[in-house]
């Protein structure tokens, strides 16, 4: 992995708890979808300012695309906020975390994959007996 892939997985992962730290104080007040609403606001605003998204010379059928993943994404989202609701920080980002785990796993090829995989789930288990005996 180059230094800049590196630096850009930390700098997402940093932006994804950072963010669902701040989420997790609002979320009484705005709810889920409000909170939705302003973390997408904010990394429109910042996508925006830093990358300058091409918008002209779409095919109409990219665009259909382009929204149904927003929609994807934004229906995602606000399940998550949900459970932020109901669930303690670190099991509902496990949780979301498991998902995109298992994709990677799936698509590997290599058994290296398999020890990282199995690695990952002992920390998941660890953490919800942890929660289980504090009764969180």
């Given at each position: 992995m180059t230094l800049r892939g590196f630096s850009l997985v930390m700098i997402s992962?940093?932006?994804v708890?950072?963010?669902?730290a701040i989420a997790k104080?609002?979320?009484?007040i705005a709810g889920p979808i409000g909170t939705?609403?302003?973390?997408?606001?904010?990394?429109?605003?910042?996508?925006?300012?830093f990358v300058r998204p091409q918008v002209r010379g779409r095919a109409r059928?990219?665009?259909?695309?382009?929204?149904?993943?927003?929609?994807?994404?934004?229906?995602m989202n606000v399940c998550y906020y949900a459970a932020l609701q109901h669930l303690p920080i670190g099991v509902t980002v496990t949780i979301e975390f498991t998902g995109p785990l298992?994709?990677?796993v799936l698509g590997s090829r290599r058994r290296i994959d398999i020890f990282w995989a199995l690695l990952a789930a002992v920390g998941l288990?660890?953490?919800?007996?942890?929660?289980?005996?504090?009764?969180?």
């Open positions: 992962i940093v932006s708890q950072f963010g669902a104080e609002i979320i009484d939705v609403f302003y973390r997408v606001a904010f990394a429109a605003l910042l996508l925006c300012a059928e990219d665009w259909g695309y382009i929204a149904a993943f927003g929609l994807v994404l934004a229906g298992a994709v990677a288990v660890l953490l919800l007996a942890g929660l289980a005996i504090v009764g969180g």
